[in-house]
């Protein structure tokens, strides 16, 4: 299971496009492991005269009173001027910061939930210099595990996605993973612990609503700590953080809506949808959370 999922990320890795992807936990050799993950990287998209990259590693802060993601981004022209959109939608607030950098500050609530939950977020940024000085940049962030210590028996997968749910509270569910063979796993944090689920039999899924994953989102320095009851009577132990990458960006300086046209349903994703037992409330086989967000009428 180890190596089917170090598989699967490496693909995706290679496939990405302009994209830094953060760092996987690796195959381990020995009982502990560390993975120092603290200093951000960055992701980077050039068009025409613009080089534009963002710090993958999306920080909180108080803002006008409200506690607020911030994500950092750094441009090789002098910025005029910057704004942040979703389709048909000003979101969030950008900011120039200096005459090269600016950055996007989202609050929390809605508009994080929002874009955390998949939902792209487009920042217009003008230069005063360049051919074209007009652009539009597409970024995408998401929950992500990072900085890995403790016992090679658990691997915790580093994403954590959000995946279509009727529980009763809300659809939106964000789901990350462990294997670990074991008789019980459990996870604790200061805020934000997950609903620890088995899978089989050295597989755990692990469930957030929004509140529960902004808390162990914020602060991002504060770790989760894994703890496994193992079948020879002993326990295993890992912790891991969970922060908010910036996962994918694009650049262009045409039409953005043409650009990245909002996605309809896939005929796919009702196939699936129309597949599943009567009364099944969990939709994770089908896609993401939006996919089957757009085929549920």
């Known amino acids: 299971m180890k190596l089917h999922s170090f598989v699967l990320a490496c693909l995706a890795a290679l496939a990405a496009p302009a994209c830094d992807v953060p760092a996987t936990e690796s195959e381990e050799t020995t009982l502990t492991t560390t993975s120092a993950a603290t200093t951000p990287t960055r992701i980077y998209a050039s068009e025409g005269d613009l080089d534009l990259s963002f710090e993958t590693l999306g920080t909180?802060?108080?803002?006008?009173?409200?506690?607020s993601l911030v994500l950092r981004a750094?441009?090789?022209r002098y910025l005029e001027?910057?704004?942040?959109?979703?389709?048909d939608d000003a979101f969030?607030?950008?900011?120039?910061?200096?005459e090269r950098r600016f950055e996007v500050v989202l609050p929390e609530g809605h508009e994080l939930n929002s874009v955390l939950s998949g939902l792209p977020l487009f920042i217009t940024v003008n230069t005063f210099t360049g051919?074209?000085?007009r652009y539009t940049a597409r970024i995408v962030v998401a929950p992500r595990f990072y900085d890995f210590l403790g016992s090679s028996s658990i691997w915790i997968e580093t994403d954590v996605n959000p995946v279509?749910?009727?529980?009763?509270?809300?659809n939106l569910v964000y789901r990350g993973s462990a294997n670990v063979l074991a008789d019980q796993l459990t996870v604790t944090a200061p805020d934000g612990a997950p609903v620890v689920s088995r899978v089989d039999a050295d597989s755990f899924r692990l469930d957030w609503g929004y509140p529960a994953l902004y808390l162990a989102l914020d602060?991002?320095?504060?770790?989760?700590t894994f703890t496994a009851a193992l079948p020879d009577a002993t326990t295993a132990q890992k912790t891991s953080r969970l922060a908010v990458r910036v996962t994918e960006l694009a650049l262009t300086s045409g039409d953005a809506y043409e650009v990245w046209p909002t996605p309809g349903c896939l005929p796919e994703t009702t196939a699936c949808i129309q597949a599943q037992p009567t009364g099944t409330t969990d939709f994770a086989a089908c896609g993401s959370y939006r996919q089957v967000a757009r085929c549920m009428y």
């Open 131 to 133: 051919t074209p000085n």
């Open 74 to 76: 750094t441009a090789n």
């Open 164 to 170: 279509y749910v009727h529980n009763g509270i809300s």
């Open 219 to 224: 602060p991002h320095t504060v770790p989760l």
């Open 81 to 87: 001027y910057v704004f942040s959109f979703v389709p």
């Open 92 to 98: 969030g607030q950008a900011n120039i910061i200096s």
């Open 60 to 67: 909180f802060e108080t803002r006008n009173g409200v506690r």
